[in-house]
């Protein structure tokens, strides 16, 4: 398997080194939750990034691992440095969708995800060793971009107090873009190739995309979703307080005393 898309741009990535060492980490954690892998950790992960709330490896990591991440790492040394493989890996990420580089150059595709690409040999390898069965390849090999997509759109799912749709108060297109941009995350998971098909004549009339094509679409939708969310954060509410009388000053409770002396005590 190869990993496209890791190292095509000039923004800050992580090393060979350490990507070895999350996929470690996701094959020790696979033991506990069959949905881990690298890249469902890594599709997991952007949407994490770039989603409405800020968040530390330790508020989200037990959200979305649950107990698997304590069986696979119950020893103290071994948890603090698994914990610096994905932390290692969330500053990059968000480097990556630092939303004021990203609405200075909209067009620039900055984020850099993990996603593999099952070559010839891979797929002749898993049907001698009976991993899939011979002539299912094609229902069974994931396509590029599949997986990462499914981990980007648990963390939606399975975080909705985090992503909730706009609401009927929102502003005008609002929702309708809210829903397009991920709808365009979400297609890469689609395998069946006559529902893929339909989807790109819904999203996409009358154009020719391929396979790269749609990953990008994908990708700059994640960038997109980190700016949606920059951009419709709630306002705080302005708090307007009265006016405080000086130290010296009467204190405004009739007392007859200095504030000083009475409720500015």
């Given amino acids: 398997m190869t990993t496209p898309f890791t190292n ?23 033991g506990f939750d069959e949905r881990v892998s690298l890249e469902w950790l890594d599709g997991a992960m ?5 989603g409405p709330r800020a968040k530390t490896v330790a508020e989200w990591r037990d959200a979305l691992l649950g107990d698997a991440w304590s069986r696979a790492f119950a020893d103290p040394q071994a948890d603090r ?60 090999i994931p396509l590029t971009g ?21 609401g009927d108060s929102a502003e005008e297109g609002m929702a309708d873009a809210y829903d397009e941009v991920l709808a365009r995350i979400a297609m890469l998971t689609l395998h069946d190739p006559e529902e893929l098909a339909k989807t790109l004549e819904e999203m996409y009339p009358g154009e020719k995309l391929e396979r790269d094509d749609l990953i990008q679409e994908a990708l700059y939708a994640a960038q997109d979703l980190r700016c949606y ?35 500015g005590a």
Wanted: glycine fraction near 6%; proline fraction near 6%.
């Fill in 229 to 263: 969310w920059v951009q419709n954060a709630a306002r705080p509410v302005t708090r307007v307080v009265g006016s405080v009388p000086g130290r010296n000053d009467p204190c405004h409770c009739g007392s007859g005393k200095k504030f000083k002396k009475c409720h």
């Fill in 81 to 140: 440095e698994a914990t610096a493989v994905l932390q290692s890996r969330w500053t990059v990420l968000l480097k990556q969708l630092d939303p004021e580089l990203l609405m200075d150059a909209v067009d620039e595709l900055r984020l850099a995800p993990v996603m593999l690409e099952w070559t010839d040999e891979d797929t002749k390898r898993l049907v001698e060793d009976g991993t899939i069965a011979a002539g299912s390849e094609a229902d069974e």
């Fill in 146 to 166: 599949e997986v990462w997509a499914h981990g980007f759109m648990d963390v939606v799912e399975g975080f909705p107090d985090d992503w909730k749709e706009p």
């Fill in 46 to 50: 952007t949407a994490l990034a770039a």
């Fill in 8 to 30: 095509l741009v000039h923004y800050p990535t992580n090393t060979d080194a350490e990507l070895d060492r999350l996929q470690q980490l996701a094959e020790q954690l696979s």
